[in-house]
């Protein structure tokens, strides 16, 4: 009995200094870790605080170094741009340099077709002119005209006339002065303000061929290349 109570008490006892051990260690336990807490708290924070100025010393640094960058790039930009525009304003003058070239030809070309023509149209004018002055040589004959005044020599040389030309048209060549009816018929009454009957009554003006006298109209009788006309003044009427 003795034995089993002391058995008891015992266990009782043991229960008791294990509990108070427990709840000691627990206590010391639970104070512990506040402190642990409170440094690994502490430490912590100072750690996110060290980070935060690690970020934004990174971060500062980071802009600027695109900052830089940026102003490096738009530096390259701005030279790569000048560089561009200088090229293209040299290749541009080049063009036109090239395009002025290529039209100087062009121009070269133009003068010397306009001069070509120009030579062309020269030689066709003198040609023209040269078939002119053949043809009017070949429907021309020379004739050698006298034209005598009373007692007076109103014209003598030779005279150039169509081939066609008759005594009328030879003594119109002398350029004098002529009086004349017109018709079929060509009748002659005065030249050189010397009329008919001036002298005598039945004076007037008659002409020759060759030396031979003429009795017809003046614009019937053809006249041939290098006749010889003779225009008087006649008192005796023939």
Do not use: C
């Amino acid at each position: 009995m003795k034995k089993s109570v002391g058995i008891v008490i015992a266990i009782i006892v043991t229960v008791l200094t294990m509990g108070t051990a427990f709840a000691i260690q627990h206590h010391v336990s639970q104070s512990q870790p506040v402190t642990e807490q409170k440094q690994t708290m502490t430490s912590s924070s100072s750690k996110e605080e060290a980070a935060n100025q690690a970020s934004s010393s990174s971060k500062k640094h980071a802009v600027a170094v695109s900052s830089s960058k940026k102003k490096a790039k738009k530096k390259h930009s701005t030279s790569s741009e000048r560089k561009t525009s200088s090229a293209k304003k040299t290749v541009s003058s080049e063009s036109k340099t090239v395009a002025n070239k290529s039209k100087s030809p062009k121009k070269d070309t133009k003068s010397a077709s306009s001069e070509r023509k120009a030579t062309m149209a020269k030689s066709t004018t003198t040609t023209t002119a040269t078939k002119k002055s053949t043809a009017k040589q070949t429907n021309q004959i020379t004739v050698h005209l006298t034209v005598s005044g009373y007692k007076k020599t109103f014209f003598k040389g030779n005279v150039k006339v169509s081939s066609k030309a008759n005594a009328f048209t030879v003594l119109q060549a002398s350029k004098l002065k002529i009086d004349y009816q017109n018709g079929v018929v060509v009748y002659v009454s005065g030249v050189n303000g010397l009329s008919e009957n001036d002298i005598k009554t039945g004076s007037g003006w008659k002409y020759r061929v060759n030396g031979k006298f003429i009795d017809a109209a003046a614009n019937q009788k053809r006249i041939h290349n290098h006749d010889s006309v003779h225009w008087y003044f006649t008192t005796e009427g023939y």
